[in-house]
């Protein structure tokens, strides 16, 4: 049985992976190939896939037939299941503003409400978590904060949602760099950059944040790009990279992947100030403004 804080959290996302997770031991165990599995459910090898990735939107009636031809016959097992199924099904916190955010984007968002530990690198802006709401209206509107729509209003309205998980009780370990570009690029003006600072510097007081900022002298070596590497608690969730683009999202959680972007993480931090050196420097920039 998997554990329950994904389903506390509600994240549909969470539970679909756990789900085919669990339904692909079942059918190694049982040493069933995935071209059986398919033909039970009058599908594709490439259907099995998805669903075992968590990658497809469930359906009773696929999971009872493979769970027949698994062997799962006792009815409190095969009711978990189904309670699983109808649970991945329901809407997240976040479905409210599903007309505001790319579909790409909704499954990072029920990710990241389960992460144990959430590790980012940032090149242009602050992470989201650890901005304020000014700022975050500032880079939404392209500057012109007094312009914005609805729509607009309602991302920012959302990434602040997001940042509540921060402060739950069982809060995830969130250890961001961000490159020294990042403090010195004017986003809304002093004013608001100033207050984005002072922000930085009391979240870092919580025990669960780290900050990190890589000095220009070693900017750009160790990553060309922004990522961020989310590892979970439960074991039938895979640690995701998550990369974003201008049209889309890419996840990757191949064993290979994750550990060369951890690598990367790894050396991020080695180049990087110091958390304590990095609120010096966050104390200076800000008195500058």
Not at 37 to 57: D, F, N, P, Q, T
């Amino acid at each position: 049985m998997a554990r329950d804080g994904a389903a506390r959290d509600g994240s549909p996302t969470a539970r679909r992976i756990i789900l085919g997770a669990q339904l692909r031991r079942l059918r190694e165990a049982a040493e069933i190939l995935p071209s059986e599995a398919a033909r039970a459910i009058r599908g594709s090898e490439s259907k099995i896939s998805r669903m075992e990735l968590g990658r497809v939107s469930l359906k009773e009636r696929d999971i009872e037939d493979l769970l027949t031809l698994y062997q799962v016959h006792d009815l409190a097992e095969r009711a978990h299941f189904l309670a699983l199924v109808t649970e991945s099904r329901q809407p997240g916190w976040w479905n409210r503003y599903a007309d505001s955010m790319p579909p790409w984007f909704q499954d990072y968002v029920g990710l990241e409400g389960v992460a144990a530990r959430i590790q980012t690198y940032e090149l242009q802006f602050i992470p989201g978590l650890l901005q304020t709401e000014a700022y975050a209206m500032a880079l939404a509107s392209s500057g012109h904060p007094s312009l914005a729509d609805d729509d607009t209003r309602r991302r920012v309205s959302l990434r602040m949602k997001r940042q509540k998980l921060l402060a739950r009780p069982d809060a995830p370990r969130l250890w961001a760099v961000i490159d020294e570009s990042v403090l010195h690029r004017p986003i809304g003006g002093n004013a608001i950059m100033r207050a984005q600072l002072d922000h930085l510097l009391e979240m870092t007081k919580q025990p669960n944040i780290t900050l990190q900022v890589v000095p220009f002298a070693l900017s750009g070596y160790a990553a060309e790009g922004s990522f961020t590497l989310l590892r979970f608690a439960e074991p039938e969730l895979p640690d995701v990279v998550y990369l974003e683009h201008l049209s889309g999202a890419l996840y990757l959680d191949k064993r290979d992947e994750i550990e060369r972007y951890s690598r990367t993480l790894d050396r991020l931090m080695v180049d990087a100030r110091t958390p304590d050196r990095t609120r010096q420097m966050l104390r200076k920039v800000r008195d500058a403004h």
